[in-house]
Nanobody, 120 residues
Framework: FQLQASGGGFVQPGGSLSLSCAAS????????VGWFRQVPGKEREGVLCISSGFVETHWADSAKDRFTISRDNGRNTVYLQMDNLNFEDTAHYFC??????????????YGQGTQVTVSS
């Protein structure tokens, strides 16, 4: 059972990146999927979540009007589209699932992440 985030990289302020969270070894459709980010020395921050019923929950106010989340159950993948990126978005991004389809549940399984660096 694995969750693998990909798509990170270097981007200039104002740019965009699209991250993917691919599941292997299990069916992702029955679970909510959350995107989290963390900067060394700071606490992990929840960014966005999508429930098994495709309902979005925005956790980070700073990303509310710039980030969108979607899922393709046929590809067993959840996406995070990040637009108008700024320096404060620099972080290690990773996805996680709870033990249910709800974004309100406890997230217990975290995958490997991908680094996003916003730099001019």
């Amino acid at each position: 059972f694995q969750l693998q985030a990909s798509g990170g990289g270097f981007v200039q302020p104002g740019g965009s990146l699209s991250l993917s969270c691919a599941a292997s070894g299990f069916e992702l459709y029955m679970y909510a999927v959350g995107w989290f980010r963390q900067v060394p020395g700071k606490e992990r921050e929840g960014v966005l979540c999508i429930s098994s019923g495709f309902v979005e929950t925005h956790w980070a106010d700073s990303a509310k009007d710039r980030f969108t989340i979607s899922r393709d159950n046929g590809r067993n993948t959840v996406y995070l589209q990040m637009d108008n990126l700024n320096f404060e978005d620099t972080a290690h991004y990773f996805c996680a699932i709870p033990q249910s389809g709800s974004c309100s549940a406890n997230f217990a399984f975290y995958g490997q992440g991908t680094q996003v660096t916003v730099s001019s």
